[in-house]
Structures are given as structure tokens and as C-alpha cells.
């Protein structure tokens, strides 16, 4: 069993800063792509951002320039670091892992709120 556990959500106003955390644990035995999606309200998820086991990142356009996304793959976590955030940044954060436990899967996270509001 894999879990994916996210911290790092809240209240912000706009222009300020938050930084997500998600940490993979459990059987998964390796990690091939990590990211970040995120869904408001009446909207479908959307991919914010993906950093590969290499490295390479790919961003959405809404995004690029203000959010960046990091991992440590010694601890199986991924980050991402948002600043400059603006009101539509508001949704429901979720963590992606595509990674092998018994076969190779997609892994979501429960979801972390993301407000940005004055």
C-alpha cells in the first residue's frame, strides 16, 4: 500500500508565498514522475506542475514564473514552492505520484486547500 500524505495548504493573500509538501511512503519502490494538480470549484484538475525522476519540469502556463517544483528523491518527496500568488491560485491542492509498487500506478494525495484572498 502506498500513501501519499500533503501539508503545507492555507490562507494567503494575494501577492504572498506558500509552500506544498508531499511525502510518499509505504511499498512503493520506485518513483517515476512526481506532481502537483489542483481543481476549484466547478473546474476540472488541472496539472500545475511534474518534475521527472531526472529532473526535467514541466509547468502550466498559469503558473510559470511564480511556482517552482523540487524533489528529494532520498526521501520520496516533492515540493511546491508558490509565490506571487493571485486569487485564481485558490483550489484543492493534490499530490501525483507515478511510481512501482507491485506494477506501475498512478498515486493521488487526499487533497490540501490552497485560499488565496484578501
Known amino acids: 500500500q502506498v500513501q501519499l500524505v500533503e501539508s503545507g495548504g492555507g490562507l494567503v493573500q494575494p501577492g504572498g508565498s506558500l509552500k506544498l509538501s508531499c511525502a510518499a511512503s509505504?511499498?512503493?519502490?520506485?518513483?517515476?514522475?512526481m506532481g502537483w494538480y489542483r481543481q476549484a470549484p466547478g473546474k476540472q484538475r488541472e496539472l500545475v506542475a511534474a518534475?521527472?525522476?531526472?529532473?526535467?519540469?514541466n509547468y502550466a502556463d498559469s503558473v510559470k514564473g511564480r511556482f517552482t517544483i523540487s524533489r528529494d528523491n532520498a526521501k520520496n518527496t516533492v515540493y511546491l514552492q508558490m509565490n506571487s500568488l493571485k486569487h485564481e491560485d485558490t483550489a484543492v491542492y493534490y499530490c501525483?505520484?507515478?511510481?512501482?509498487?507491485?506494477?506501475?500506478?498512478?498515486?493521488w494525495g487526499q487533497g490540501t486547500q490552497v485560499t488565496v484572498s484578501s
Open positions: 509505504g511499498s512503493i519502490v520506485t518513483i517515476n514522475v
Open positions: 501525483h505520484v507515478y511510481g512501482f509498487s507491485s506494477i506501475w500506478s498512478d498515486y
Open positions: 518534475v521527472t525522476s531526472s529532473g526535467r519540469t
